[in-house]
């Protein structure tokens, strides 16, 4: 009995942690959900499809370094990304269709600058390294890092814990560090 009654009340505060954001976004889908605790930096910049849920204390880090007018952040419809991941989207992230990511993911277009070996890296910027492309069906497991400039092809798997340096074809495993594809 407790225990319903909980559920329901973590599905409420759910849903008005997610009505009390939904508007900032660039454009947010029906029946979407944000999950208590995330942080969303600049989500005029990021677009959010039908069907998305965004567990808690994700942290969706977008900016603006594009040329044009779309998002450098795109979570397309049925898309699942769980608690603790981090995404770094200065330019061109895109997360296609029906996309699960595990928990505690790191995946990002950029890095640090490591141009000036006199000045420490923290304190010499970021840079863009490429866009990220996790395709349609694809699955990151728990763990994994998505380096720039990677595309995960469709319905591919990301083993856990894998460092992926380089894009996995379609329908592909890839694990280890770094990753490699079978």
């Known amino acids: 009995m407790i225990e319903k009654i909980i559920k329901k009340l973590v599905r409420l505060f759910?849903?008005?942690i997610t009505i009390s954001n939904k508007k900032r976004f660039k454009s947010f889908g029906h029946n979407?959900?944000?999950r208590y605790a995330s942080i969303i930096n600049h989500p005029d910049k990021i677009e959010i499809g039908s069907n998305v849920?965004?567990?808690?204390?994700v942290w969706l880090n977008a900016n603006n370094w594009r040329d044009d007018d779309r998002p450098s952040l795109i979570i397309k419809d049925g898309s699942h990304i769980s608690r603790f991941t981090h995404i770094n989207a200065f330019k061109d992230v895109i997360i296609e269709e029906n996309v699960l990511i595990g928990e505690n993911v790191y995946l990002g277009d950029?890095?640090?600058?490591r141009s000036n070996k006199d000045i420490p890296i923290k304190d010499q910027g970021h840079e863009f390294k490429g866009p990220v492309l996790l395709k349609c069906g694809s699955f990151v497991c728990k763990n994994a890092i998505i380096a720039a400039g990677v595309t995960i092809g469709r319905n591919?798997?990301?083993?856990?814990g894998a460092y992926v340096i380089e894009s996995i074809p379609d329908n592909s495993l890839a694990i280890g560090n770094p990753a490699k594809t079978y």
């Open 14 to 16: 759910d849903i008005i």
């Open 32 to 34: 979407s959900i944000i």
């Open 53 to 57: 849920f965004i567990g808690d204390h």
């Open 110 to 113: 950029t890095d640090h600058k």
């Open 156 to 160: 591919a798997t990301v083993g856990p």
